[in-house]
């Protein structure tokens, strides 16, 4: 609600292109989604907006703490963000 607001969303990644392009590339999200990811010391996250099916924009923040070594949270982070997605 902002007067920056769209201006800040817009310097995000969109799902479907760029960084996110492996990720949402042909889902739900593809085009849905602007977010920013990050890992650092077995630790992933990705966070910003994401526009539902039923035209809602959410906010979400997704964070995996003590993620193993060789392993990635992404994958379920991904279902979860597409499970909501589909939600009306």
Same mark, same amino acid.
């Given at each position: 609600?902002? &007067?920056?607001?769209?201006?800040?969303?817009?310097?995000? &990644?969109?799902?479907?292109?760029?960084?996110?392009?492996r990720? /949402?590339?042909?889902?739900?999200?593809?085009?849905?989604? /602007?977010?920013?990811?990050?890992?650092?010391?077995?630790?992933n996250?990705?966070?910003?907006? *994401?526009?539902?099916?039923?035209g809602?924009?959410?906010? *979400?923040? /997704?964070?995996?703490?003590?993620? &193993?070594?060789?392993?990635?949270?992404?994958?379920? *982070?991904?279902?979860a963000?597409?499970?909501?997605?589909?939600?009306?």
């Amino acid at each position: 609600a902002q &007067p920056w607001g769209a201006a800040w969303r817009a310097t995000l &990644p969109v799902g479907g292109e760029g960084t996110l392009t492996r990720r /949402f590339a042909g889902t739900a999200l593809d085009h849905r989604l /602007f977010a920013k990811t990050g890992t650092l010391n077995a630790t992933n996250a990705l966070s910003g907006y *994401m526009i539902a099916k039923s035209g809602r924009t959410l906010t *979400m923040a /997704f964070y995996a703490n003590d993620v &193993p070594e060789g392993a990635s949270a992404t994958k379920a *982070m991904d279902a979860a963000l597409l499970l909501i997605a589909s939600q009306n």
